[in-house]
Structure formats: C-alpha cells, structure tokens
C-alpha cells in the first residue's frame, strides 16, 4: 500500500461522511414533515368529527331541524374531504420518510465500509514500515558484525 492509496480512502472517507450527514438531515426533515402531516390529519379528523356531532338531535325534545342537519352534513363533507386529503398527505409523507431512512442507513454502511478499508490500509502500512525498520536493524547488525570482524 501506498500513500497515494491512504489519500483516496481519505478523500473517499470525507465524501461518505458527507454523504452520511446530508442522508441524516434529510431523514431529520423528513420525519419533521411526516410528524408535521400527521399532525394536520388529527387536527382536521377532530374537526370532522366535531361537525358531526351537529346533526346529533338537540336537547330540545330530540328534534333536528332539517336545515341544521343539511348546513352539517356539508360542512362534514368538505371537512372529511380535507381529512381524506390530509391522510393522503400524511401517507406521501411516511414514504418519504423511509426513504430518507434506507438512504441514511445505506450512507452508514458506505462510511462503514471505507473506514474499515482505512484500518486495512492503515494496518498493511504499519506491518510495511515495521518489516522495513526490521530490515534496517538487521542490515545494521549485520553491517556492525562485519565491521566488527574485520
């Protein structure tokens, strides 16, 4: 291994940490958006069955006065239609966001990936220097030996 090898994989190193930091916000903003969806869902499925209740019949004797009843039924219509829509929303969203998850989780494994190649680099480069600084020794010893001799 060279340094020119140990250089790529930093280069290499840094791009998947960035890669991994832009998956991981768009998974944060993507729950946001999902939580944000479900959020407006409730509130407009509340809001529906609030209208609802309208077309109960009155404490005045159980009678529903018929135009009440029609005004209720219409606004409960435009309410569940708003509700239906929502849901939908709420739905795009939830994809969206495990999208943004297995984006995330396969940006984790390509960092994990290129920092185990980094610790095979890193480890073959030391096993290369210390055979090297083990020849050196031995060259040394050997040079000393017949140095010696002579």
């Not at 029609?70 to 239609?81: G, K």
């Not at 095979?120 to 040394?140: L, N, S």
Request: charged share 30%; with cysteine.
């Amino acid at each position: 291994m060279d340094k020119a090898s140990a250089r790529r994989a930093e280069v290499l190193s840094r791009l998947r940490q960035f890669e991994q930091d832009l998956a991981h916000a768009t998974m944060l903003s993507a729950a946001r958006d999902a939580r944000d969806a479900q959020d407006a869902r409730d509130v407009l499925r509340a809001e529906a069955e609030a209208v609802g209740g309208w077309k109960v019949p009155s404490a005045n004797g159980g009678v529903v006065e018929l135009a009440v009843y029609t005004h209720a039924v219409q606004i409960e219509a435009a309410a569940m239609a708003r509700c239906s829509a929502a849901n939908e929303k709420a739905s795009e969203a939830e994809r969206a966001l495990d999208l943004a998850r297995d984006g995330y989780r396969r940006a984790l494994l390509a960092k994990d990936v290129i920092t185990r190649r980094q610790q095979r680099i890193a480890t073959t480069m030391m096993a290369e220097v210390e055979h090297r600084d083990a020849d050196t020794t031995g060259d040394m010893w050997l040079a000393r030996r017949r140095h010696g001799s002579d």
